[in-house]
């Protein structure tokens, strides 16, 4: 391959010159195999970009022009497709679409110079896995290879392997899962960190999917505090909620790999938060519901419409308090809002932070006067801004000490036990609004 192209410094497709590299002729036999057993192919009509994309893997990965080239070599062995920008037009998206009703060995991963709106849902409507633009991040396209190749059929007289993330059950045999939502009348008070350690946790111990959801809409922190680097957010999902089929839904979110934890992170820009309603992000929970056994939802410190909207849906909720004069006072606010919002006291779960700070203030003595007794109490300590800023969450980086500890309690709740307390059928859940 040709010395002249600086791979870490590529911004966009449309800047390589077609005549800058020679097209070579390539054995379709899987010449790269993924950790899984799938074989992995490139497909664009252009050398260039073909090359670009080999060369972030191995120069034995085999390529093709076109789909037609690619499909003339494909055999029963699983194979991961990484399409170019070429093959983002109508009549290869439909030939997508019949390889993923047909041919389930093969997996198709779309990379574009521009992803807008209306090209991730048609291609996600297709069947393609997962959509990545420019600028392409070597790592990043690693790793949504290797997690497609993971959930492929293991090849014939081979066993399946095990994965972090198992391919979705059919829709038919889903349950409706539990929304947990965790809410604080205060900023700073650590509800980010309370929610991410507590999707942790529950994506570790459960066996079913756990899916968080950062209802922050503005300045939502959850992806940061996963060291995550999402393609797609809520605004991606909330534009397509009439046509939101299950597979394309999980299709957008970002695995957390040490866990298998789906992620729907909150937008990139503050102000696609304006041009989303509660009602909307309330329909996505209740979308997301339906492909997973536990859904947290990270909101944001305020009574807006988006809160009372998820308040309203949600199964049990998570104060999280500080302990400071002013953080008691919002609580105490927060909880009589809540009792007027007919949310029933069993549903609550009162989270106090920081709990042996040294600011003369009783713990036990606070609980008395929000008349609220506190569902964990998480200490002081600073393995907890380590952990943020390391994108590894305390029960991950620091489960030995006393703030994991007190999440793992915390968690008790919402797992061990949990058919005693399953909400009863969906028709008999009783609503907080009416």
């Not at 992803?115 to 996600?124: D, G, N």
């Not at 606010?333 to 009792?339: E, K, N, P, R």
């Not at 801004?385 to 390391?390: A, E, F, H, T």
């Amino acid at each position: 391959m040709s010395e002249e192209f600086e791979f870490q410094s590529f911004q966009s497709f449309d800047s390589f010159d077609q005549d800058a590299a020679v097209e070579t002729v390539a054995a379709f036999t899987p010449g790269h195999l993924l950790a899984g057993g799938a074989g992995l192919a490139i497909v664009d009509t252009d050398a260039p970009v073909r090359d670009y994309l080999a060369g972030m893997f191995s120069p034995t990965v085999d390529t093709a022009a076109s789909l037609a080239e690619m499909e003339s070599k494909i055999e029963l062995a699983p194979w991961v497709i990484i399409l170019g920008p070429s093959c983002a037009g109508p009549e290869d998206l439909e030939t997508v679409q019949r390889w993923d009703q047909s041919l389930p060995s093969v997996a198709t991963v779309l990379v574009t110079s521009e992803l807008s709106t209306q090209l991730l849902h048609k291609a996600l409507r297709a069947g393609v896995k997962d959509v990545l633009s420019a600028p392409i991040d070597e790592a990043q396209l690693r790793e949504t290879v290797d997690r497609v190749g993971a959930a492929l059929p293991a090849p014939r007289h081979e066993e399946p392997k095990p994965t972090g993330t198992p391919p979705p059950r059919p829709v038919a045999d889903r349950e409706d899962g539990r929304i947990i939502t965790v809410f604080s009348t205060k900023g700073g008070s650590g509800k980010s960190v309370t929610a991410t350690n507590l999707s942790v946790l529950l994506a570790k111990r459960s066996d079913r999917p756990v899916v968080l959801i950062d209802g922050h809409l503005q300045f939502g922190d959850c992806a940061v505090m996963l060291k995550l680097q999402p393609q797609h957010t809520a605004i991606d999902a909330i534009a397509q909620l009439d046509d939101l089929e299950p597979e394309m839904l999980e299709r957008m979110m970002t695995v957390h790999e040490p866990t298998g934890l789906l992620v729907l992170p909150a937008p990139l820009e503050p102000t696609f938060a304006d041009q989303i309603s509660g009602e909307q992000v309330a329909r996505l929970v209740e979308a997301v519901r339906g492909i997973a056994g536990h859904v947290v939802v990270d909101l944001p410190a305020i009574f807006n419409d988006v809160v009372l909207n998820v308040i309203e849906i949600s199964d049990e909720i998570i104060l999280v308090a500080g302990l400071d004069i002013p953080n008691i006072k919002n609580v105490k606010i927060g909880l009589s809002t809540l009792q007027l919002l007919n949310v029933p006291k069993e549903r609550l779960h009162l989270v106090m932070n920081r709990s042996d700070s040294k600011v003369k203030l009783n713990v036990s003595e606070v609980e008395k006067t929000l008349g609220v007794s506190a569902a964990a109490h998480v200490p002081s300590d600073v393995v907890v801004p380590i952990s943020v800023n390391k994108g590894s969450p305390v029960v991950l980086s620091a489960p030995k000490s006393s703030v994991a500890r007190a999440f793992d309690q915390l968690v008790d709740r919402f797992v061990d036990g949990e058919a005693a307390s399953e909400v009863v059928p969906q028709q008999g859940r009783r609503k907080f609004f009416g």
